[in-house]
């Protein structure tokens, strides 16, 4: 008789520290649950963070990959800092310095220049990034000293505020809650440049990604001591805590098998709109309602609780 743990389904919201890229820590979730003796599990990350930024990481297991698509996206929060007076090539501490100035904007200034970032903007994205040009990354083509340029995209910015005065006069930390498809780093770039000056963030943390907060992050010695033998249901978080934006549509037994079937549902009594399938405590489905029709958008392949 075997003694290997089955294959767990859910989330792990990693604090990811800086120094670590995405795919680094999925191999790290990887791991632990191989040591941990769990069965070889499907494991994906919902939003890329760059090595050089912290903060919430979702890493989905199992049936949750399936969901990692919407977390990608889910709307996120950050905190980051400006340092006024320099740009660098790649728009943070890692790269060269290609512009200087002596301006350094006052508070007021800064206050009054965040509502020209609010809402719906454009931005270009930094040059230093995992957009393919021409079928190559733009980071690749940059580092190897080819002209990269990039178009300019639309993005939302549904708020934007001064999070902490530094010490420092040079310095500003800011709070965004952005759409999908922002660049911190091309925000502060911009927004320095309104002020009159250049900047580079030096500190870039995510606090919020989608649903999931950094209250409910784990560190990554919290993550290693799954492969140690520490219960994993203490850190996993069920593969519906990612739809918690979306409506339960209970089902009975026969329609949950007729969903696992990927049959139709009729005359539903709910308004259309994007439920989450459930029997009992089991998510079966994402389902689309249509005018008391529901089709299924995507199934979970979950074990029943009786089973």
Known sequence: MSDTKPAPHGWIILDKPRGLGSTQAVGAVKRNLREGG????????????????????????????????????????????????????????????????????SLPEIEAVLPQFTGAIEQVPPVYSALKVDGKRAYDRARAGEEVELKKRAVT??????ADIPDRRDEITLTAHVSKGTYIRSLARDIARALGTCGHVTYLRRTKAGPFLQEQAISLDKLNEIGKGAPLSDLLLPLEAGLDDIPALSLSQTDAQAVRQGRVLSELPQPSGLYCAMLDSVPVALM??????????RGFNLPDVAE
């Open 288 to 297: 689309e309602i249509q005018d008391g029709t529901a089709k299924v958008v």
């Open 38 to 105: 769990y069965a070889k599990t499907k494991v994906g990350h919902g939003g890329t963070l760059d090595p050089l930024a912290e903060g919430v990481l979702p890493i989905a297991l199992g049936e949750a990959t399936k969901l990692a698509g919407r977390m990608l996206d889910a709307s996120k929060i950050y905190h980051f800092t400006i340092r006024f007076g320099e740009e660098t090539e790649t728009l943070d501490t890692e790269g060269e310095v290609i512009d200087r100035s002596d301006v350094r904007p």
């Open 157 to 162: 910015i549904h708020g934007l505020s001064i």
